[in-house]
């Protein structure tokens, strides 16, 4: 059975692999996150997906 560490990792090593396959980061910006902590990461990550929300909504409308 999978420790919480380990559960946090594994999600975290989805959110990044999604993030990149869809261009939303980087391979720069993920270098940068790779030197913080999990808790910068995270409000990076929650940045990245409203940002990403909005644009949608600025295309549907349009």
Do not use: P, W
């Amino acid at each position: 059975m999978l420790g919480e560490e380990d559960l946090k990792v594994n999600c975290i090593s989805a959110a990044i692999g999604l993030l990149i396959q869809h261009n939303i980061i980087t391979h720069q910006e993920l270098d940068k996150l790779t030197k913080t902590n999990y808790h910068v990461f995270y409000h990076f990550l929650m940045d990245k997906l409203i940002e990403e929300e909005f644009s949608k909504d600025r295309v549907i409308q349009t």
